[in-house]
């Protein structure tokens, strides 16, 4: 406990080192700059509502995540499998004929879940099938994904008349998942985001599901003599990732841009990774690190606005961050070892 | 040049890999160092060579004392390695890699000199070709071939004979007696009886890191068996033979890839009851036999049956044999057997063939504390298996062993053990588990499988070359079949 | 379990206590507007334009202070929409908010349902104009169908084969009707000025895809204008944000070929490569900011759309002119004069491209011997026009 105390020490002091040097070169005002990312992230019911929305697709993303990470995959492919989540989301709510819209909206959910699954399914086979390693089996599958939205969003699924990067058609009121009055963030993200946190949980450290993934990660050959069959729980552990990535895509269509953009992902696959990564795979401080990410990502766009900073310094301290954090995890491997 | 080595000893943290290891090998001879795996002969010529330091005694070149500090400083002497892998540049050429590492000469110089010397070695190598391309015989003959360009005057060759066919063979012994009446020292490593007795001048022979014996040629073989693997054991009692029944595994015309050589078996039976001991000389054949027989390894030709039923020859082997109650129990506890971060009480749940879709945690944290009862092992339930020692691990393993199992595949059972724990773990084996199981194990140590099986193989260069009941032979045959010398 | 609840407690609690004090001070006495730009604020095209209209204000009108911030576009800043940034600069006391691209039109839309309190401009589009959208949302676009006009008479004066190129953004109706425009302008020089065959003149429209290339995505800009004076074309209008057109032809006038090229959209476009400019169409959007910007103040907001042309007397006065058109050094002093001739034309009325007789592409009558065109006609050009070569949608 008293190891733990000290390892977030030195991470936070890292952390709050490097940012500041950064901004020192920049030129810009150090106490200002954090001072006004807090004030733009935490400081307001609606800021911090807005922090909420970012904050549920990384947690989706990250529960994802965490089901390839204990099977020992680097599901680099998250991206994709968010885009294609969107994707399979946007297709059933384009779909004619339909009324309802909680029964569209559910069916694009399962889609969104289809889309996200069925891309991670397609990394695992080309890894166990193939022979490809899920990094670039899945770099692959990203490129193909980010072809496949655009020509959509440039071909058949254009606005009338009109074809841009600024995506589809808006969806038409009734189906944005709502938010509370003054709030930015919906309902149904929210509460899917703290069930998936929940499943997560449950699955990976209660279940005999979690125990075996975690068997595998640790040994694949050894998994063989326990009747435990590394390929499918290869597959199992990324279709399970796809599908919190594709819910992740559902929510940026349905809650946040209320369309399909070329960019929908919006990168939160590949912070969820960094984030996964600094959570040292474990689950508990995933929720605290997203809604640290988060209002980093919220909270940054202040700098512009405020100071004249540019904003990409927030991906700077996100670096700041991942680099900190594994330097304390190497830290703690050495200290093990010794 | 004569390499004298006086009195030289290595530690490795609380290991004696070397005591007093005193031997030289003269200018123009061949002297051959013989031994079991780990007996110090290639940590004595990682000293020679500099890539590692000796803890203690001299080395003499010419009578005078010389400090091998690096690699670097061997070569400078003219000390020369020929490993069992080739160290070479797969993507270079055979002219390149002839090259490299030598005074700098022009590349005609190169050219010619390499003609030169493959011709008067019988060589036959295309300069231009990418040694990527090549059989490990010639990539040997390339770097033979620059060693003795290099001016090497002190030649080490480690197993040299692994891994060449036997034409390539016929090519090399008599280059080496070439070399040797030219001046050269050449040092041969190698546990193969038959060829160090037809190469060789001299021999030394190395056990638990010292020597047991020198001698000239004409060579003994008996004395150097009883030199290498130690005097022929008093006769303890013997366990009383099993009964037998069906057969349990069958094997047919069976062709498999794995080690060094792969395996090659016509037919072989096990049959219920049956404790059949594997012996051999390190990577010989007989990790693929038992991963063979538990379906991890997948062979290339032929057919095997467990208990009747037909292997098939796909991933899916394995778990059908998992379903026939085959075990396997691999020497690498946790590189193959173990997972590392997890608890015992899990492996527990792991193991349990129920499903269910908790993990019961309660359930299988009593079974643990049960078996460390039973099986005195130190540890806790929620201490992780790679928190474990060798033998506990051992423990562990048997104790996740379903005691119905029919066929017991061990690899090294004892592995890492001390005597009691060894014990022990062959008395829960042939006292404990049913008397009906077939227990089939491989060990480096000869005794032991002398004392624990009722027949034996002997693995010799991916060929069973030996399959007899252990009454129906004895040591010296066991021990002459393990070095390759067909009685 | 226990130190996790507690942990969770105390975030809590945290999280509670700085979300207590909410409050934004906004003084009485300063107006403070929002400025959202698709763009880097300095990109030497579209959205400098605008930040530099925002400076200008500041220093005209006293007491208004801007706040802006550039780059708004989801491949910038990913996860950060529209909506989010007006509640930012809401916040920051902003109680105009000007967003500077057709792509904000859904996100500025739902804004201005999110804040009835905050007035909001859009550049380009047109909610204005229909009944049911939002009371506090205007729109404004400057006429640039005259610098359009303007550029394709330049052109066709200098151009000796009659091959003319238009290097098209996407396909929108903004683009079709600034496109035409270009087309009208040039076939006005060539038939009616230099009394030409009207056969003869090739007009050719070649769309990228975007407002700028996005490799992978949208067609190459310098291979397509390469492509454009392989076929014979000898001046490239661009209508698009960045200068590809212009570097081209300077390394072709280099080479040797008699090119030139008309960039797009800003005023300082030209100095890329001042050789082979023979002019350039401009926004300025000072006339525009000034006019809501004190509608605002002044209690006299409306829900206007707002397409403001040249002021005819000074095309190039940053105070009156919304449209601009800079004459670039390869524009021969004949064809200069000829210009100044067509724009007094368009200015004083005897010059009106957008009457009739005039077809659409597919040779449908688009406007009747005589007719001329309402505001709202060329606004809703559904196609291009008869004598264009290039796709329609």
Sequence with gaps: MKQLIQDIFVAVSLVFGFTSLVLLIADAPVLDAFKNIWLGSFASTMKFSQVLTVWVPLVLCSCGLLFTFRANLWNIGIEGQIIMGAI??????????????????????????????????????????????????????????????????????????????????????????????????????????????????????????????????????????????????????????????????????????????????????????????????????????????????????????????????????????????????????????? | MDVEFQHISKRFGSVQALSDVSLTAKQGTIHGLIGENGAGKSTLMKILTGYQAKSGGDILINGEKIALKTPDDAAQIGIGMLYQEPMDFPHLTVLENFSLGCPVLSRERFAASLKHLAFAFGFQLAPKRRVELLTVGERQQIELLRLIHCETSVLILDEPTTGISPAQKALLFPALKKLATEGMTILLVSHKLEEVASLCDEVTVLRHGNVTHHTYAPFRFPELLEAMFGAVPEQKEKPVARATGNAVLTMNNIQAGGERQGLELKNFSAKSGEIIGLAGLDGAGQATFLRLAAGLTIPEQGDMQLFSTKLPTSKKASRIAGKLQTVFLPADRLEEALFTDISLSEHFSLRDPKSSFWQKTETNRQRAAEAIKTFSIKGQYDDTADNLSGGNQQRLLLALLDPQSKLILLENPTRGLDIRSGQWVWEYLTQTLSPEACIIFSSPELDEILHYSDRILVFYDGDIVLNSLTAETDHGSVAAAMTGMRS | MHKFFTGLAVVVAAVAFVLSPVQSHASTDTFTFGLLMVGPSNDHGWSQAHFEAGKEIEKNIPGSKMIYIDKVNPADRPGVTVPFLVDDLVGKGATLIIANSDD??????????????????????????????????????????????????????????GKIGYLGPLINDETKRLAASCFLGARYAWTEVLKKDPAKLSFKVSWIGFWFNIPGVTSDPTQVVKNFFDAGADVVISGIDTTEALIVANQRKKEGSDVAAIPYDFLGACETAPDACLGVPYFNWVPGYTHFISAAIDNKWNKEWLWLGPDWKDMNNMMSSSIGFQNGKALSADNAKALAAFSTGLGDGTVDLFSGPLNYQDKTVFLKAGEKATDEQIWNLPQLLEGMKGASK
Excluded at chain 1, 188 to 200: E, F, P, Q, S
Excluded at chain 1, 225 to 250: N, Q, R, V
């Design chain 3, 104 to 161: 904000m039109k859904d996100g500025i839309r739902e804004a201005a349902m999110l804040h009835p309190d905050i007035k909001f401009l859009h550049i380009s589009g047109d909610d204005a104009k229909k009944q049911d959208s939002p009371s506090n949302l205007a729109n404004l676009m400057g006429k640039m169908e005259y610098g359009q006009m303007m550029a394709g008479f330049a052109a066709a004066m200098t151009s000796k084969t």
């Design chain 1, 88 to 338: 399979g989301g946007m297709a059933v709510l384009r779909m004619p004929g339909l009324e309802n819209p909680a029964l569209i909206l559910s069916l694009s959910f399962v889609a969104a879940i289809l889309g996200g699954g069925a891309w991670g399914l397609l990394a695992g086979l080309l890894k166990t099938r193939g022979g490809v390693h899920e990094i670039f089996g899945g770099l692959g599958l990203n490129f193909v994904a980010q072809g496949f939205i655009l020509w959509l969003i440039f071909g058949p699924w254009k606005r009338p008349g009109i074809a841009s990067m600024s995506g589809t058609e808006l969806l038409p009121l009734k189906l944005w998942l709502s938010s509370p009055p003054g709030w930015r963030v919906a309902y149904a993200g929210l509460a899917i985001a703290i069930t998936a946190l929940i499943l997560t949980w449950l699955f990976l450290y209660k279940s005999k599901l979690g125990l075996k993934l975690k068997a595998i990660g640790k040994n694949p050959r050894a998994a063989v003599l326990y009747d435990i069959s590394p390929e499918g729980y290869y597959l199992l552990s990324i279709i399970i990732g796809g599908a919190f990535a594709g819910m992740a895509g559902f929510m940026q269509i349905t809650a946040v841009y209320h369309r399909l953009i070329p960019a929908i992902s919006s990168g939160y696959g590949y912070l969820a990774l960094l984030l996964v990564m600094l959570a040292g795979y474990r689950i508990v401080p995933i929720p605290f690190l997203a809604l640290f990410f988060a209002g980093l990502n919220v909270g940054s766009i202040q700098l512009p606005i405020v100071l004249q900073v540019d904003s990409t310094l927030s991906g700077v301290i996100q670096g700041c961050c991942v680099l900190s954090a594994l330097f304390v995890l190497g830290m703690r491997q050495r200290r093990k070892q010794s």
